[in-house]
């Protein structure tokens, strides 16, 4: 299958610092990436949609100022935890699918976020 | 709106078959998958199955889609101890959007 790569595996960072998480698909032209949030021991939940060249489209309570999300291009889709707190600490996994080819979603490897 | 259940624990013996369950209510879905998670580790995914299909078996796993009750189940046969680990099933209606079962922690004993 296709790769998406997430960068960085791990990363910790003080509070009210802010945090850019990258996800990148390697071999084929993402034209929707997915991010989601999953808190221990839960299921994955989606926190936002973005297209390639457009604004991303927010899950409710979904705090858009905080979570800023750019799509710039078609192999590149970042994550700004901005301000982070400590219950900003979880593990976040994107997926990137290409509607051209009508694929299926390919996951990145996730980062775990840790916030001291 | 769109909800996937599952059961949260399954306990097998190795050797044995294991079967995970999983409910969701959205008929729109075209694919249906399942995802194996290790801890701290990110999502793999085993395999998945179009919705106008009832049956996919790849090597060890079985997949069986009741799309009529939708009902989806994968089955592994001669589970071993490296199975261990959290499976999550998912349906896709919306070209990549997957909503996620809470995922059913499945504990293989020697």
């Known amino acids: 299958g296709a790769v998406v790569s997430q960068h960085p595996s791990w990363v910790i960072c003080k509070s009210g610092t802010s945090v850019k998480i990258e996800c990148r698909s390697l071999?084929?032209?993402?034209?929707?990436m997915f991010w989601y949030r999953q808190f221990p021991k839960q299921s994955l939940m989606l926190m936002a949609t973005?297209?390639?060249?457009?604004?991303?489209?927010?899950e409710q309570g979904v705090e858009k100022d905080k979570f800023l999300i750019n799509h710039a291009s078609l192999t590149l889709s970042t994550l700004t935890v901005t301000s982070a707190h400590p219950e900003d600490s979880s593990f976040y996994i994107c997926s990137a699918s290409s509607r051209q080819a009508n694929t299926e979603a390919f996951f990145g490897q996730g980062t775990r976020l840790t916030v001291v | 709106g769109e909800d996937v259940e599952q059961s949260l624990f399954l306990s097998v013996r190795e050797g044995d078959s294991s079967v995970i369950n999983c409910t969701y209510t959205?008929?729109?879905?075209?694919?249906l998958y399942w995802y194996k998670q290790e801890p701290g580790a990110g999502l793999q995914l085993l395999t998945y199955?179009?919705?106008?299909?009832d049956m996919k078996q790849d090597q060890r796993l079985t997949v069986l889609l009741n799309k009529k009750d939708k009902h989806l189940s994968l089955r592994i046969a001669d589970t071993q101890t490296g199975d261990s680990a959290i499976y999550f099933c998912?349906?896709?209606?919306?070209?990549?959007?997957?909503?996620f079962g809470q995922g059913t922690e499945l504990s293989v004993k020697p």
């Open positions: 998912a349906e896709d209606n919306q070209g990549g959007k997957l909503i």
């Open positions: 973005s297209n390639e060249g457009s604004k991303a489209t927010y």
């Open positions: 199955i179009f919705s106008n299909m």
């Open positions: 071999d084929f032209q993402a034209t929707t």
């Open positions: 959205d008929s729109s879905s075209t694919y």
